[in-house]
């Protein structure tokens, strides 16, 4: 199966999935027009697209009045539209929007309060528009700091979308060779390593610095998503990234957290993923959920790493740390705090788990269920061979919870994960509708194998970055 | 005078213009707050920086209650606050915000009415956080289509922020050499080229592809801003780029037109400035004004050279064609046509112009006026001295017009350019209020230009990026 060879996501997917359709005239206008306005760089989720028209808490209602549970988005992270991010965002849009050439208190008023959850000595922050931009940063004050080239992350990381981001994300990469300064490592599965998931993947990072030097290159950093989420989510044991950080610190290299998926509680048990882990990281990025939507993301490190950068190079960002943006973040954060969202997740997060673990218990397509807070990933694989990843299967599913008004994704190295991420403000009620559906779908799908028709003419596309 | 040959902006320039301020406490707390946050990424302008606390059309207030008008920010173009994009985000936050993974009809009806602007044959539009991340997918672009990596660019182009757009951006650099794949060509202006500055331009291109050759590599594109922004602003006369794009494309490179600072009819006589040139680029970028302050930006080329890029790589930007950025960027596009925001940049950009030189005439220290639009340029020289940049005069004088409230800022290789960019619903009135304090401060200090003591403790920094 072509599939399990070839995991890279296809940002034609659409064009490729609907083929057969597109002569005969079944893609819709929608469609037709975004692929006509995005071309390429468009790739919409499920054979079957969504045209979206509102959205609010943690429902999203498509054109045609169905209303759906959305258990993926991980931006609209205080709920889809809520109030309160809203209003501070317009209250400063009609007060003040400028760059930061000029002193904004509120700029600052944000800055501090994000810097009271962050690890220690991460006292500067570089606010910028994306978690790419961030990612881009990190990766060269930590070239600059280590003197080195070379980056190490995981085999099918995804980071970002910038020229040197794309680089050291596999997941992106379709038709070229990775970069000769940049390294794999197995994702820290217990697949990969057995019970001793800590060592052996310090071990293949020492490895990796090995194949580095072998090269002629110096390591960099270690650069990894502390949920590895696009690598089909892993979480535990906790501190199981002690000791390949403490490799690539013997190694001259720096350890970047990238967290701009598990960021800002999501993981449940501490703010910051990497927390859970028990690192103080050199490099910390965010993103995504920081704004609930509004287009904001940073890179926060010590200020000597910055200064070292700013020796070289000048840093500007006209739209990064706008005053906008820094209330969307602040009224963001406050309502995290607030509300409780990161023991949401925590206890959401562990009942979901806990439910779903039922549920694999007694279906043979189920393998295994990880991860911590809302960050969940099941793997599917053939009936009674849990080795064996089923990403056609995975598809199934995801688009029998789409038919069902369940939004999901999938991720992993076979596009055989399904991925559970929902905003942090999701209820119990919400939580067991998807625990319902999610269970009379495997129940059906185990008694009426084979009646589906696996086309085998789509792939698993475009599950890998959002 | 070191500022005369290190022309370089300095992003710790704040720390090294107030170094002699720290020790004796007089930066003030709400500075000291901003670089304990920003660190060596905080560039402010003015040794005494501002605080700003609100803004409205052409006018900022500071928080000692300071009234500036702003004739330098060129963000927000329909005028700081304007209630129609307020309208748009606020409506928009509340009805829908998500990714381009699905269909939103929004996003589309942005698209296509951008898409009517646009030059012939830029089908595809990639929607960015920002202008930086649009050139950088462009260079991918470019390097893909051409097979070649070589970039020429201006002796003081500023690009953007990403590690590869930072390689072309010379502005930016401080302590490093431009990559071996980076050639530079200087501004077109009369000074490098005398009267054929299209003949001269497109030699100097030609110089620089040759260049590349005997170093073995191949030009993949000549990027530059078509109104050469940070090498002073160069528009004269239209039409003087053909001749260079033809040498680029005889190469097999592509033209990259960088309209992040000139598009979205600040140029006064067509709409991107490109146009202006009777151009049509291969790939043309676009941001600052574009959602007049909200963080968006985008990349429009020819399908089949995005098709190109995405053989190889995915390609998806998680805020990027968001539908709140995509009714932020439509509002702002409908007030520039409704207003006539494009004929306004023409009428006061030519009367700003004819009052200019009309100082110049008179004034020693003038050197010359150019620009199209509400895009100009004046160069300071030493009295009676044409040809001699005076980076301390261009401070002293944006200094005195800071002193009577209004906002201005310089560029050029020397920094000894004054940059006027005003929002684009400037008023005659507000035009005069500029022209009726340059001219009186002109007068002044050529009067009592003696008494003036340049400390020579600062830079002329800051003034490239934004």
């Known amino acids: 199966m072509s599939t399990e060879t070839d995991p890279a996501p296809r940002a034609r997917g659409i064009l490729d999935m609907n083929s057969f359709d597109l002569g005969s005239g079944e893609v819709s206008p929608a469609v037709r027009r975004r692929l006509a306005n995005l071309g390429s760089a468009s790739v919409l989720f499920y054979r079957n697209p969504i045209e979206m028209v509102s959205a609010e808490g943690a429902w999203m209602i498509a054109r045609d009045g169905q209303r759906y549970l959305d258990m993926y988005n991980n931006v609209p992270v205080v709920g889809h539209g809520h109030p309160e991010v809203i209003e ?3 209250r400063q849009m009609r007060q003040l929007n400028t760059h930061t050439r000029y002193v904004v208190g509120v700029v600052d008023d944000y800055i501090e309060a994000l810097k009271a959850t962050l690890p220690a000595g991460l006292d500067n922050v570089v606010l910028t528009c994306s978690g790419s931009e961030a990612n881009d940063l990190a990766m060269r004050l930590a070239r600059r700091v280590s003197g080195g ?6 085999e099918n990381a995804y980071h970002g979308n910038t020229a040197i981001v794309t680089e050291v994300s596999p997941a992106a990469i379709r038709n070229t060779a990775l970069a000769e300064h940049v390294v794999t ?9 057995g019970d001793d998931i800590a060592g052996g993947f310090a071990g293949a990072v020492e490895a990796a610095i090995r194949q580095l030097r072998r090269r002629g290159i110096a390591p960099a950093a270690l650069l990894v998503d502390t949920i590895f989420s ?14 390949a950080v403490a490799a690539m610190r013997k190694a001259g290299g720096l350890f970047i957290a990238d967290e701009v998926q598990p960021g800002f509680g999501r993981t449940g048990e501490a703010f910051w993923a990497v927390q859970r882990h028990g690192i103080e990281p050199d490099i910390l ?14 890179m926060a490190t010590h200020p000597e790493y910055l200064d070292a950068y700013c020796d070289d190079y000048g840093y500007f960002n006209t739209f990064g740390g706008n005053p906008v943006a820094a209330a969307a973040g602040h009224a963001t ?28 218990d007694r279906s043979p397509c189920l393998a295994a269920v990880r991860g911590t807070g809302l960050f969940i990933g099941i793997d599917v694989c053939e009936p009674d061979r849990p080795r ?8 199934r599913i995801l688009e029998a919870l789409q038919g069902r008004n369940i939004l999901t994704g999938s991720a992993g190295k076979f596009g055989a994960t ?19 559906t999610f269970s009379a779908i495997m129940s059906e799908m185990e008694g009426g194998d084979a009646g589906y028709a696996a086309s085998g003419r789509y792939r698993p596309a475009g599950h890998e970055y959002v």
């Open 388 to 395: 064996t990843p089923a990403p056609e299967r995975t598809l």
């Open 88 to 90: 501070a965002v317009t």
């Open 230 to 243: 696009s690598d089909g989510v892993h979480a535990d044991p906790a501190g199981f990234l002690v000791p």
């Open 149 to 154: 080239q070379g980056i190490i992350v995981t």
């Open 333 to 360: 954060l406050r309502v995290i705090q607030r509300e409780g969202l990161m023991e949401n997740a925590r206890d959401i997060g562990a009942r979901l788990r806990a439910e779903l673990r039922a549920i694999a």
């Open 185 to 193: 490592v197995p994702a820290p599965s217990r697949e990969n390593f």
């Open 285 to 298: 990025t965010m993103g995504k959920p920081m704004g609930n939507g509004f287009p904001m993301a940073a």
């Open 418 to 436: 399904i991925r559970v991420r929902p905003p942090l403000c999701i209820t119990r009620d919400q939580a067991d509708i998807f625990i319902d």
